[in-house]
């Protein structure tokens, strides 16, 4: 039997712990819309982000390799996708909105450029002085703004604790009542957990990356100071397959961080008192960090991000495919500079209302790394052979 709309939301309720954000309190739609019979609000948010552009596009976006690089290393969407499953999971454990964080984690990459964080840069120092990029203020323009998928407003309307969850702490967002809110109630645990979920999800994953692509050592990871609880985790027989090391490595990690976070979530809890989501905004207002990872783990992750850091993302050949993707961005800015009949109509209109510097941000940032490359080939630019 079907259920209706009040009692999903009481069947919600009594799995929900009290700080956590009820679909009855998902924040206001800057248009109003009737709520759908059977689908909560977080529901019909995530289903709206999976179903956007910018969603779809995230499957040709680096992480850290190119797509050409191989087809086993993560891209864009990948790494999206294991960060909401990872947020659904410490959600379930701590008895938060299951469906707030795997929307959070889902739309919290759409604002990435191509090319990853190199593409980021090449935006960033393209647009100084003209108002900008930075790709998490950029995921919040696309579901504010530029998805144009309804006829009756712009953007996919989202709940306001969905775009409250989208907003990183001190961004520089522009002045607006969303902005209020979000400086004072700050964000929902929900979304603190999509952010440590995603610093999770890369340091695994990329370490896993790292070592298949052989641009890790097994013997450099062996110094690092996690190395210890790594290696009493791992299955002694990994050591004679060479082939597996890489896959268990990360599968460990992953799995040392995300319980140490949770262990560490619940003692803060108690630690602070945090019983509803206005003491998770009055911890928030004191500087009170209730997702992190212990004490010791801290240490360690730190030199884990460190180390990736030094090691592969500053390895000399992700260095040589982040110059490429650099050069393709820059040189496809001044192209459309001066030739801005080669940027598509739909962008174009809005150039009297915003400028053409950010018309050509955008249809840049939205970009695929592959689309990137054709353009470049198909408008007569130089091309570098990826």
């Known amino acids: ?9 009481t069947s919600e ?9 009820s679909s009855r309190n998902p924040g206001e739609r800057e248009y109003e819309e009737p709520e759908h019979p059977y689908r909560l609000p977080f529901q019909r948010d995530r289903d709206r982000i999976i179903h956007s552009h910018a969603f779809k596009r995230l499957d040709y976006k680096t992480q ?14 990948t790494h999206t996708l294991e960060v909401a499953g990872i947020s659904k999971t410490i959600s379930k454990v701590l008895g938060l909105n299951e469906d707030l964080s795997e929307t959070i984690a889902l739309a919290h990459d759409l604002g990435h450029s191509p090319f990853g964080h190199a593409g980021q840069e090449a935006l960033s120092e393209l647009m100084r002085g003209k108002g900008g990029f930075e790709h998490n203020k950029q995921s919040l323009r696309v579901v504010q703004k530029l998805e144009r998928r309804y006829p009756e ?3 996919l309307n989202l ?26 109630l700050g964000p929902s645990l929900e979304a603190m957990v999509v952010d440590s979920s995603d610093e999770i999800t890369y340091s695994a994953h990329d370490l896993e990356d790292g070592l298949e692509s052989g641009l890790l050592e097994l013997s450099d990871i062996k110094q690092l100071k996690v190395w210890k609880r790594m290696e009493e985790a791992l299955p002694k027989s990994i050591f004679s397959d060479k082939d597996s ?9 992953l799995n040392l961080m995300v319980s140490d976070l949770i262990d560490s979530i619940d003692t803060n809890l108690k630690k602070f008192l945090i019983h509803t989501r206005e003491d998770v905004a009055l911890a928030f207002q004191n500087q009170k960090k209730i997702v992190q990872f212990s004490e010791g783990f801290q240490e360690e992750f730190k030199e884990l991000k460190s180390f990736l850091f030094g090691n592969l993302y500053r390895h000399p050949e992700v260095s040589r495919m982040s110059e490429r993707g650099k050069e393709t961005i820059f040189l496809l800015f001044k192209h ?9 109509e739909s962008y174009r209109k809005r150039e009297e209302e915003e400028g053409r510097m950010r018309v050509i941000c955008d249809y840049i940032a939205g970009m695929t790394d592959r689309y990137a490359i054709e ?8 091309w570098f052979p990826y």
Do not use: Q
Request: proline share 5%.
């Open 1 to 9: 039997m079907k259920k209706g709309r009040n009692e999903l939301l």
């Open 13 to 21: 309720e009594k799995k929900l712990a009290p700080y956590a954000v």
């Open 64 to 77: 850290v390799f190119v797509y050409s690089e191989g087809d086993h290393f993560r891209n864009r969407l």
């Open 153 to 155: 407003f712009p953007g």
């Open 159 to 184: 709940c306001g604790e969905t775009l409250l969850g989208i907003m990183k702490h001190g961004g520089d967002y522009e002045k607006s009542d969303l902005l209020d809110i979000r400086r004072g």
């Open 245 to 253: 090391i890489s896959r268990s490595l990360g599968r460990v990690i």
């Open 336 to 344: 459309f500079e001066s030739h801005p009949e080669s940027i598509p």
């Open 375 to 382: 353009k470049l080939k198909r408008e007569g630019i130089l």
